[in-house]
């Protein structure tokens, strides 16, 4: 087959928010960890914000980028879920920080979905350890797909059933003797949590 020669390269703004390297051990910290990330591509694109909250900052900081470059804007989200992952399972004040960071993120991301954002993105992509479709933070992001598990993608992104084998026999057969279950059986619930 032919190499197409015709690609456009067009240089797009790029927000990019990485959950790794944003505090989130209580609510407070989560939103103005991301008030500081949004600021901080602010400053590196040269674009003036003015809004103090944050929802309405994190719209603002999109339709600029789209205005000062002329160019829709790419939004790249790295473990999205890591501001609740990381406090579920750690007692129940922890489990009160996951439920309010949850409602923030829920807040947060809604603004992807509004027309006039919608209009000026040109990719949202968004990684994560749980599903999102699991998760009750896009709820009003009814219009996301899901690739993690369609075919075309499945080595792009986390393990394959063979990587799962080798990798993490170990892990597997600890979790099956711990719970008194099969590596057999755990693979089977593992494959039924995260199929389509």
């Known amino acids: 087959m032919a190499e197409r020669a015709d690609w456009e390269w067009n240089e797009h703004p790029v927000l990019q928010l990485d959950f790794n390297e944003i505090s989130h051990d209580t609510p407070q910290n989560l ?3 991301l008030k500081s990330s949004l600021v901080d591509t602010a400053r590196a ?13 994190f719209k603002e900081l999109i339709l600029k980028l789209y205005q000062s470059t002329g160019q829709p804007v790419v939004v790249l989200i790295d473990e999205y879920d890591k501001p609740i992952i990381d406090h579920l399972g750690q007692g129940e004040a922890r489990l009160q920080i996951a439920e309010a960071n949850r409602d923030i993120q829920k807040y947060f991301f809604g603004v992807l979905k509004g027309g006039e954002v919608m209009d000026v ?11 999102f479709s699991r998760v009750s933070i ?7 797909y899901d690739l993690s598990m369609h075919t075309r993608y499945a080595d792009m992104l986390g393990y394959t059933q063979a990587e799962l084998e080798s990798y993490f026999k170990a892990h597997i057969q600890h979790l099956a003797y711990t719970t008194g279950s099969t590596g057999d059986q755990i693979k089977e619930a593992l494959s039924q949590y995260y199929s389509l």
Not at 121 to 131: A, H
Not at 138 to 144: D, I, K, M, T
């Open 45 to 57: 694109y040269g674009v003036l914000t003015g809004k103090s909250l944050l929802k309405e900052q």
């Open 31 to 33: 939103e103005q960890g």
């Open 121 to 131: 993105l040109r990719m949202l992509f968004i990684t994560g350890i749980s599903r």
């Open 138 to 144: 896009f709820s009003e992001l009814n219009n996301l």
